[in-house]
């Protein structure tokens, strides 16, 4: 089971496609809105990101909804 983490917010219209590709493929995932939570958005700055969706998948970082990327990690 793979560790996964997307970064969103409410108004992004990548993130909302990020999160539906994730659960058409069965894979749970914890959620951080940055919009919402200003720790998760801390947390994405920190990291060196401004936009989101950031998605970490077993400490791997993916910016942007990158199908490839991410099945490559959920492969691995």
Partial sequence: MKNVLVYSSNTCPYC???KNY????GVSYTEKNV???KEA???LMQM???G???LVIDGE???GFDKDK????LAE
């Fill in 61 to 63: 970082e993916i910016v």
């Fill in 35 to 37: 919009q919402t939570d």
């Fill in 22 to 25: 994730l659960e058409e493929k």
């Fill in 48 to 50: 060196g990101h401004m």
């Fill in 16 to 18: 909302t496609l990020a």
């Fill in 52 to 54: 989101v969706p950031v």
């Fill in 41 to 43: 958005r801390n947390e």
């Fill in 70 to 73: 991410i099945d490559e990690l």
